[in-house]
């Protein structure tokens, strides 16, 4: 019913509000998803859980819901069960360097973070060339790392270079050109 309806969304809009509802809403899918993840993994077999995707979906999740040092494991597990299984060039390897290299640069770890966001990118350079969206991140991530760790001179052609890359392949307003542009302006600043 229409009024009904009407009724129900503006009592909710006055008593909590949309964006507190929704934020609510969001944070609890999130821990059921993060439950629901563990339980998942644990029912695997031990030779498949590392190089399962879930762990790395389970630890960017974990990542983005600011629980850090819960996803540090996650991630450390998944890129030591895929270099052994999967050797350290294939994709999936590399996803999960990456992903891991990002934690750690989230973490305040750039040091750390450097080595596997280099090697994420120089392989992707390699394996997938240099316009692939894959590798096209991993520039991009490396030149904000550089940045965070003070490296000004040595981020400005890896974001310049993403910029040029995502402007040619994606066009002047997808999101991740909109991001390069953002980035390069901080960088510029």
Known sequence: NFDDTKAILD??????GFVACNT???????EALVA???????RLPAAERGTSALIDNLGRLLKKMGQLKE???LLEQAVQAKREALGDGHPDTLVSVHNLGKLLGGMGQ????MPLLEE???VRRETLGNHHPLTLLSIYNMGWLLMDMGKLDE?????????QARRKTLGDRHTE???????????LQ
């Open 11 to 16: 009592e909710l809009e006055q008593g909590v």
């Open 24 to 30: 609510l809403v969001i944070g609890l899918l999130h």
């Open 36 to 42: 629901q993840g563990r339980a998942a993994l644990a």
């Open 71 to 73: 996803a540090r494991p």
């Open 110 to 113: 750039l040091e750390k973070a």
């Open 120 to 122: 994420a990118m120089l």
């Open 155 to 163: 981020s400005r052609p890896l974001h310049e270079e993403a910029l």
């Open 177 to 187: 050109t909109l991001a390069s542009i953002v980035w390069m302006g901080r960088l």
